[in-house]
């Protein structure tokens, strides 16, 4: 309840319920042609770890490792981060930003990455159809649940 009143500015949010597995699952590998540059392709890796989160005031940072870091008051997150890595970037060392700004964009299959889809707690009736409906529309059958974290506990 405490993430769904942290991050909804109004009662109306979703939550997508994946797993680890899936995520692994969704994302493909996949090669990509360096404009300008020889006939080498460059595979593009995606790699998924558990976000540290540490004290950075008391913290020794090392390497890249920093694009797996935050801050201690977001542990409550448990995040995981996927990262797009381009090989080319050994191949081509004078120019270490392949990427084009704003980044590469990574196509996902979306029935293999959502379990469930939670609509919070405090969303009005009119809203979980909505999501329903839109979920539909895309050609979709995510289970859609309303979250009842709100509801007293039954003894």
């Known amino acids: 309840m405490a993430m769904w009143k942290l991050y909804l500015r109004t009662s109306e949010g979703i939550a997508i319920r994946s797993t680890f597995g899936r995520l692994t699952s969704a994302l493909p590998q996949f090669k990509k042609t360096h404009k300008g540059r020889t006939a080498h392709d460059g595979l593009i890796r995606i790699q998924i770890g558990k976000v ?5 005031d008391d913290s020794v940072l090392s390497g ?11 542990e409550h997150e448990r995040e995981i981060r996927a990262i797009a890595v381009d090989d080319a970037v050994e191949l081509w060392p004078e120019n270490p930003s392949p990427f084009p ?9 979306l029935n293999e990455l959502i379990e469930q889809i939670f609509v919070a707690p405090e969303a009005a009736v009119w809203f979980k159809d909505l999501v329903d409906r839109v979920i539909k529309a895309f050609g979709f059958a995510f289970p859609v649940i309303k979250s009842d974290l709100d509801k007293d506990p039954v003894f």
Not at 52 to 56: E, G, H
Not at 101 to 109: L, S, W, Y
């Open 101 to 109: 700004a704003g980044g590469e964009i990574v196509k996902v299959n």
């Open 64 to 74: 890249g490792a920093g694009i797996m870091l935050k801050r201690k008051s977001f």
């Open 52 to 56: 540290r989160y540490v004290d950075f």
